[in-house]
């Protein structure tokens, strides 16, 4: 093993060379202007750079910004701020710098601190830094079109970080924070970076084969640059940007007249094999059994059919989750959890099926035999194709062996500078009488720069072996505001009883749901305490499909008031209290009965006056002021539902205390640690005895040893209890009945304690070698770590090339 790391670090060193501060400050010593470069100040409004192409850069992409051709290489300068204060001159200096070949385009930065041992780096894996680290983003707008862009990050130490800009798609929408990058895709470029005494550099080379663009002979396109200072979270850009404008693309500047642009043949080809090794406890026999090892060969194949068009073929594609979920409560849970998609044939070139309902959800796509996709924009039309054969039975026939194809399409096109309008088209068909089939429309225009409104319509075709299908639709809308100061939004989605979107993920139909926010902010002067602060209100309803058209009650409410405040040094703190309202109708229970301690059985209808006022309070901490150590903890009490699962009916009220707590150590530059918990109680207010607990502690550690080689280890323990349902008067069993037969709706313990070991060696994405371990325990007594009994294991190596023509 100490043979095999060492090679790889060698190997490793052509990935680009990592610097620590003072070790070398001459990049940015020598990273003067000739006398015919010319400077593009962005707060003079000197946005628009004509095209600057060199027949040969020759350019080694080291962190040293000191080859001739940089010298008379446009200068982009002229930071502003946008975060936290709009418009005021960048707090510390930056210059970029900017060319391209036939072939490629390339980058330079020098990003100035005048606060020494201020610049925040760690060597990590790709795609890890984020938020903690400082960085410099490029943002690519190859099409012009204001509505799509490559994301390219680079941390001082040149770990890359990358993802597509996709307005009104992307991001983490459900907290409404962040831009809106899909973090899914990955592409192959070059990086390095320096730390200096007084800043960093940067160099990047990205190649026209890794992204798409016109086949015309001359265009434009969008550009952005901006960086982010980690240890005061100011965000600086080289276009002035505001949050007044709902598009922050339509801001950005521009490289003209480009010309003669051509990726070349564009053709990867990338297998991959995998071996494991799997182990599980046999409980008939009582002892743990381990099977032989199983190989598994996939390939991916990527053709470029024009510079603008894209097409891939897999075949058993891997599924790469090189990481097991996190650990989620599900103690008092009443829908599916959702997974995030972990396999690269289906992350990347799939933004375009992002839609404001998830009617595809590449994960229902269980085991994959073969599959095509087809990508590209022609004119003002994106195109997108997704087609599998899938190796998983019929829910509705499990015993029959059967494939399900299926097939996704997604057109839409642009309507003027930011608007467009779409249609999307799925199909999981397991044979003639056993299918789902949506087919729906979607819109989203932005009206005078601030306003956007989003809509889509659906409607499903199911059949499950009868001569009946079923018929069902779905509809979406929204109209939000941006605003440097005051925001809001107000929509809502109605679902019928009978819509089923097999390829995609709901998790509940049959019902109408209506949701307003907004919010105001205040803001600070450069240098004050508190440099943003605000008020929120936040209404919501739901009901039946049913109730909804016939204009009865909601089923569910709540009415939501918050608020934030962001301190100076990168700390905020925010809150809410809420009241929530709960009216079920006498048929939701006519599934339920109580079971006195005699053995009487009656029809169960709780009064529902238990569900009407229920209070919930949360406060939240996040601090990233320090350099070695950051977390963040959430805190909760509610009076909560307790549900039965079956139905969806509420049986009782708990007391419920949650919360949550994240610490990020960072002691070296090349060790990073996560240690969290999770916790969760419910007390049933009727006696205060325990009704559920959950706690989930996780430790993530990761030492790496360069920018492609890492070791990493996770350890996980879930302890979750749920105790059986009672009445909320007298503590009766609670029993759901069907055809004549009832039964109790009984807890559920367990305790389970994982272990996860990865080494990874990962040069380009695509190119790769893993070699994990993972081990995950039975506890008998939650916490005793007495009577561990193992459950499962399982050993993996990965191996997977991507060749490039």
């Not at 642009?261 to 599980?280: I, M, R, Y």
């Not at 939004?489 to 749901?513: C, K, W, Y």
């Not at 209404?539 to 962001?566: K, Y």
Request: net charge negative.
């Amino acid at each position: 093993m100490i043979e095999l790391l060492a090679a790889m670090t060698t190997l490793s060193l052509g990935v680009g060379q990592e610097v620590v501060a003072g070790e070398n400050d001459a990049g940015a010593e020598r990273a003067g202007s000739g006398p015919d470069a010319v400077v593009y100040d962005g707060s003079a409004g000197q946005l628009e750079v004509p095209g600057p192409m060199v027949a040969d850069a020759d350019i080694t992409i080291d962190g040293e910004i000191d080859e001739d051709a940089w010298a008379n290489a446009p200068v982009l300068t002229g930071f502003t701020q946008f975060d936290p204060v709009e418009g005021v001159p960048a707090t510390q200096r930056t210059e970029a710098r900017v060319l391209l070949t036939d072939d490629a385009i390339y980058f330079a930065v020098t990003a100035w601190d005048d606060v020494k041992d201020g610049v925040r780096a760690t060597l990590g894996d790709r795609d890890s830094f984020g938020r903690s680290d400082d960085y410099v983003r490029f943002i690519i707008d190859t099409f012009n079109d204001h509505r799509r862009g490559y994301v390219i990050m680079v941390n001082p130490l040149g770990v890359q970080q990358d993802g597509l800009w996709v307005v009104g798609g992307g991001g983490d929408r459900r907290r409404r924070w962040g831009p809106p990058i899909d973090w899914n895709p990955d592409f192959v470029w070059d990086s390095s970076g320096r730390i200096f005494d007084g800043g960093y550099t940067v160099e990047v080379k990205v190649p026209f084969k890794s992204i798409r663009f016109p086949k015309v002979p001359l265009q434009d396109w969008g550009l952005q640059i901006e960086r982010r200072i980690a240890r005061n979270g100011y965000g600086e850009s080289w276009a002035p940007v505001t949050a007044n404008v709902a598009n922050q693309m339509e801001q950005f500047g521009t490289l003209t007249g480009l010309q003669e642009l051509n990726p070349g043949l564009f053709l990867e080809v990338n297998p991959v094999q995998t071996f494991s090794k799997q182990g599980a406890y046999d409980h008939g026999a009582g002892a743990f059994q381990r099977e032989g090892i199983d190989g598994d060969f996939g390939m991916n194949v990527t053709y470029g059919i024009t510079s603008n068009l894209t097409l891939d073929g897999t075949y058993n594609p891997d599924f790469s989750q090189v990481e097991a979920d996190a650990g989620q409560i599900r103690v008092n849970e009443r829908f599916a959890l959702f997974l995030r998609e972990k396999r690269p044939f289906f992350l990347e070139g799939t933004e375009i099926f992002q839609l404001p309902q998830q009617l595809v959800y590449t994960r229902s796509i269980v085991n994959p035999v073969v599959g095509a996709k087809l990508q590209g924009k022609i004119g003002s039309f994106n195109a997108g194709y997704l087609g599998a054969l899938d190796d998983v039975a019929d829910p509705g026939n499990p015993d029959e062996n059967t494939h399900a194809v299926v097939n996704l399409f997604r057109l839409r096109r642009d309507l003027g500078s930011t608007s467009n309008a779409g249609m999307v088209y799925t199909d999981r068909t397991y044979g003639p009488d056993r299918f789902n089939r949506v087919l729906g429309v979607d819109g989203r225009f932005q009206l005078n720069q601030r306003y956007t409104v989003t809509l889509l319509a659906a409607g499903s075709r199911a059949a499950h072996g009868s001569a009946e299908s079923l018929n069902g639709g779905l509809l979406s809308a929204q109209v939000a505001r941006s605003g440097r100061n005051f925001q809001f939004e107000v929509g809502g989605h109605d679902i019928s009883n009978d819509f089923e979107a097999g390829s995609g993920f709901l998790r509940r139909t049959g019902i109408a749901q209506m949701q307003s926010r907004v919010s105001y902010n205040f803001r600070g002067r450069p240098g004050d305490f508190i440099e943003r602060w605000g008020p929120s209100l936040e209404a919501e309803g739901l009901w039946t499909h049913d109730d909804f058209w016939a204009r009865q009650r909601p089923q569910e409410s709540s009415m939501q008031v918050g608020g934030s405040v962001s301190f100076r040094g990168n700390i905020t703190v925010w809150g809410n209290y809420s009241r929530s309202y709960y009216r079920f109708e006498r048929d939701s229970y006519y599934s339920l009965a109580s079971r006195s301690a005699g053995g009487v059985r009656r029809a169960f209808f709780p009064d529902q006056s238990l569900f009407q006022g229920l209070s919930s309070g949360t406060i939240f901490f996040w601090v990233n002021s320090f350099d070695r150590v950051r977390g963040n903890v959430r805190l909760t009490r509610s009076e909560s539902p307790l549900f039965d699962f079956i139905s969806d009916a509420p049986v009782d009220v708990a007391d419920s205390w949650s919360g949550d707590a994240s610490l990020n150590l960072f002691p070296t530059t090349n060790l990073s640690a996560e240690v969290g918990v999770r916790h969760t109680s419910l007390l049933r207010q009727r006696d205060g005895s325990l009704y559920s607990r959950a706690t989930i502690p996780r430790l993530r550690a990761q030492y790496q040893f360069n920018r492609a080689l890492y070791l990493r280890t996770i350890v996980e323990y879930g302890s979750q209890r749920r105790g059986a349902l009672l009445t909320p008067t007298g503590g009766d069993q609670v029993e759901y009945c069907s055809s004549g037969s009832c039964f109790d709706l009984k807890g559920s313990e367990s305790n389970d304690f994982s272990f996860e070991t990865l080494l990874s060696y990962e040069p380009t994405p695509g190119t790769v070698f893993f070699m994990g371990y993972t081990r995950r325990m039975e506890d008998m007594q939650a916490f005793r770590f007495r009577d561990v009994r193992p459950e499962a294991e399982g050993l993996f190596v990965k191996l997977s090339y991507r060749f490039r023509g």
